[in-house]
């Protein structure tokens, strides 16, 4: 005896509709009957009637007399999808598994127009001591996830939080125990956009390693920022560790499940 449930019995001809369906989305340029028969190993005749079909409920049109793209009907599955999308609720349901998952603090936050705002904290089964809980207002620069929102705000604003930040402050941000001087900043915000993530070793709280990245919108806005924080002697947030890619995963997953199917390393570029 097999403990496997059957699998459950489904319609394949609509499968098949929707297989052609996502293969006209995601192909670089409106794809001919022969790319598309030839991509889903379909005869070009089973092929042609799928398409007559989707063409008369509008959910492709035909360009060029032999190419096929998505319709109006199409568009508005989308936008009746992306008006049910809620940014945050996906981000507080992917940081309850990576808490579960990685046993370690972390975080959901936004920017409030001058600085991130927990919305969302977790602690882990052996809490870290840090005095930062929900609805704390961090520091645009001395915190992992307000160095990541100030890499996607307009060159003005993030002008004027920096200067007011090096006017008030009277000491240096931070990066792996080194000061980073006014005419320094740039360059690290530079790489933090490049690379897809903030991290702190010890840097602001002692023995405390910290680790933040963006989840985005289809604009390519920052909505949220993920962040893991642990004891430095058992939390490796190294690139390519495995708790860095777990962080990467769940950013990813969320982005994923607001903009779809998205090339993320283009959208770190």
């Known amino acids: 005896m097999t403990d496997e449930s059957p699998k459950r019995q489904g319609i394949g001809s609509l ?3 929707l297989h052609i369906l996502n293969y006209i989305a995601s192909a670089a340029r409106p794809p001919s009957l022969k790319e598309l028969s030839k991509a889903l190993d379909l005869s070009p005749s089973r092929a042609h009637k799928y398409l007559v079909s989707l063409l ?8 060029n007399q032999a190419q096929y793209t998505l319709g109006n009907s199409a568009l508005t599955l989308g936008i009746s999808a992306l008006r049910r999308i809620n940014p945050i609720q996906l981000s507080y ?18 920017w409030n127009g001058a600085g991130p705002l927990v919305i969302k904290w977790l602690d882990s089964s052996l809490p870290i001591s ?6 704390a207002e961090l520091s645009p620069l001395n915190s992992a996830s307000g160095r990541i929102f100030l890499t ?8 004027q939080l920096i200067d007011q930040f090096y006017k008030q402050s009277a000491n240096l941000p931070k990066h792996r125990g080194k000061d980073i001087p006014r005419e320094q900043l740039g360059a690290h915000l530079d790489a933090i956009k490049r690379q897809g993530y903030c991290a702190f070793f010890s840097d602001y709280l002692p023995e405390i390693n910290v680790l933040s990245m963006p989840v985005y919108d289809l604009n390519g806005s ?12 058992d939390t490796d947030i190294s690139e390519g560790s495995p708790l860095f890619q777990q962080v990467r995963d769940c950013a ?18």
């Open 252 to 269: 990813d997953k969320v982005t994923r499940q607001i903009c779809g199917q998205q090339k993320l390393e283009q959208d770190r570029d």
């Open 56 to 63: 008369r409920e509008g959910y492709i049109n035909q360009v």
């Open 130 to 135: 840090v005095n930062v809980r929900l609805g």
């Open 15 to 17: 499968e098949i509709g």
């Open 152 to 159: 996607a705000l307009p060159v003005e604003r993030r002008r």
């Open 93 to 110: 349901e992917a940081v309850d598994q990576l808490n579960e998952d990685t046993d370690k603090t972390v975080s959901v936050t936004v």
């Open 222 to 233: 920052i909505v949220t920022v993920i962040t893991l924080l642990g004891l430095a002697r």
